[in-house]
């Protein structure tokens, strides 16, 4: 049975920072992502690393900010996410082959951000 | 952010056929692969449509993806109960070099 995992997340004041990490069966073999949803609202890509780690893209609004990597002797993929902002609270899933054939999704962690 | 717009909602009786369109540009839709998601209350994604044809091994091909130009279509046939839900399309976008998402589409099963 595929499985998919994040933790990590929790309530952290505005300006700081938290780290999200997700185990997920086979990850060493598929690109990752992480996708956010504010609860009630709609999916909002956020960012994603290759097999090897070496290519990485981010959305507009976390560049700079939040940084992805991974460790696949591990199985685990992380999120580090710095300047943390009110607009930031939002449910982050992990995503093992977004978008492929082999795609599955974690149950999410809720990141909430106080101002 | 979204950049793809979806209708809010469809409906449509059992049995009937909802089509879901997604409009995007040139620098998303027109150019890559489409993808289409269902998402029940309080789940995660799901995918249904991948390369925008594709239905991953498990879903039934009451699903159908289709594209043209800069839109792209979702297709339900057979409309059951369970189908309810948010739908989501998301294509990779060169000029934000990011994936942009549809804002969802609500389908209800009258």
């Known amino acids: 049975e595929v499985q998919v995992v994040e933790s990590g997340g929790g309530l952290v004041q505005s300006g700081g920072s938290l780290r999200l990490s997700c185990t997920a069966s086979g990850l060493s073999n598929y690109w990752m992502h992480w996708v956010r949803q504010v609860p009630g609202k709609g999916l909002v890509w956020v960012s994603r690393i290759n097999r090897d780690g070496r290519t990485i893209n981010y959305a507009d609004s976390v560049k700079g900010r939040f940084t992805i990597s991974r460790d696949n002797t591990k199985n685990t993929l992380y999120l580090e996410m710095n300047s943390l902002r009110a607009e930031d609270t939002a449910i982050y899933y992990c995503a093992r082959d977004f978008n492929g054939n082999d795609d599955y999704w974690g149950q999410g962690t809720l990141v909430t951000v106080s101002s | 952010q979204s950049v793809l717009t979806q209708p809010p909602s469809a409906s449509g009786a059992p049995g009937q056929t909802v089509t879901i369109s997604c409009s995007g540009t040139?620098?998303?839709?027109?150019?890559?692969?489409v993808c289409w998601y269902r998402q029940l209350p309080g789940t995660a994604p799901q995918l249904l449509i991948f390369q925008t044809y594709k239905r991953p091994s498990g879903v039934p091909d009451r699903f159908s993806g289709s594209k043209s130009g800069t839109s792209a279509s979702l297709a339900i046939s057979g409309l059951r109960s369970e189908d309810e839900g948010d739908y989501y399309c998301?294509?990779?976008?060169?000029?934000?070099?990011?994936?942009?998402f549809g804002t969802g589409t609500r389908v209800t099963v009258l």
């Open positions: 040139s620098s998303n839709v027109g150019r890559d692969y």
């Open positions: 998301v294509a990779w976008d060169d000029r934000l070099s990011g994936y942009v």
